[in-house]
């Protein structure tokens, strides 16, 4: 029968890394390269280990939106993070090429890939889904204004989820 061995923290540390470096490296025709070890590591990890943990196997999962951002979208050029606090109004094509990261040093790139990769639903960046999530509180709200309102609105959101389960019961 066929034996699994436990999973590694070391395979998360190349995994990330190699997603890290292909957001990280400037562009050129080569960076596709990154994704090549990926799916040989998945089916490493899908068939010869085990991670015996349903969040890790669905951190796992998520991690192929890398194949979107390697292979599909030129990030460097078009993924970019917007302030909320304030609108910079780019006056002409060479200030929004200042603007690229591709531009930028290699630890301004490191932390932009990690802000990238730590940003799932694209929150303060321009390809954030303004229509699909909830909108942004106003900006003259304060922070306990705002806690409030989302306590309520759990505590309303749970009262409506016990009651759609009494049946269960």
């Known amino acids: 029968m066929n034996q699994r061995h436990p999973f590694s923290g070391v395979l998360w540390l190349v995994y ?6 292909a ?12 994704f090549l070890p990926i799916p040989s590591l998945t089916v490493y990890i899908l068939f010869v280990t085990t991670t015996g943990d349903f969040n890790t196997d669905y951190i796992l999962g998520l991690f192929w939106f890398a194949l979107d951002y390697i292979l599909i979208t030129d990030v460097q050029r078009t993924l970019r993070q917007v302030s909320p606090t304030r609108t910079v ?5 060479n200030e929004n090429e200042k603007e690229l990261i591709e531009h ?6 490191t932390r932009w890939a990690l802000a ?6 694209g929150v303060s960046w321009a390809h954030e889904p ?6 942004h509180p106003p900006a003259g709200t304060s922070r306990i204004t705002f806690i409030v ?13 016990d009651a ?3 049946h269960v019961r």
């Open 89 to 93: 109004a780019i006056k002409n094509k």
């Open 149 to 161: 309102r989302r306590l309520l609105t759990a505590f309303l959101l749970l009262i409506v989820h």
């Open 104 to 109: 930028k040093s290699v630890w301004r790139r």
């Open 164 to 166: 759609a389960n009494l």
């Open 130 to 135: 303004t229509t699909a999530l909830p909108a």
């Open 23 to 34: 957001l990280i490296v400037k562009l050129s025709p080569y960076c596709k390269l990154f």
């Open 16 to 21: 990330i890394s190699l997603v890290l470096l």
């Open 116 to 121: 990238l990769l730590l940003s799932l639903r």
